[in-house]
């Protein structure tokens, strides 16, 4: 199974910035897809922005213009740069990877969640 793990949570006063990333691990595979999800409290799980394998990108209305997905194909890493930070940003932010290999056919992964806190 291909793993994820994250880092670059934290505590951030409003207007500031942070930088996600999510690495990929495994055995041979192909990523078809990556994105960020973000579940606040007492809210449901909802995607933030997703990338995939040919840089086509998708954002959620509520962080366009504000945050800025990308990756490193070599890396299989995906990073969520998150600008302009407001506190109903504050989350659980996790990320998932679409893959498939010879192996393993198709799968999804999920990461462990990483604390995002906007302060206001």
């Known amino acids: 199974q291909v793993q994820l793990v994250e880092s670059g949570g934290g505590l951030v006063q409003a207007g500031g910035s942070l930088r996600l990333s999510c690495a990929a691990s495994?055995?041979?595979?192909?990523?078809?897809?990556m994105g960020w999800y973000r579940q606040a409290p007492g809210k449901q799980r909802e995607p933030v922005a997703t990338?995939?394998?040919?840089?086509?990108?998708n954002y959620a209305d509520s962080v366009k213009g504000r945050f800025t997905i990308s990756r490193d194909n070599a890396k299989k890493t995906v990073y969520l740069q998150m600008n302009s930070l407001k506190p109903e940003d504050t989350a659980v932010y996790y990320c998932?990877?679409?893959?498939?290999?010879?192996?393993?056919?198709?799968?999804?992964?999920w990461g462990q969640g990483t604390q995002v806190t906007v302060s206001s």
């Open positions: 998932n990877i679409a893959y498939g290999s010879s192996s393993l056919g198709t799968g999804r992964s």
């Open positions: 495994g055995s041979a595979f192909r990523v078809n897809a």
């Open positions: 990338i995939t394998s040919d840089g086509s990108t």
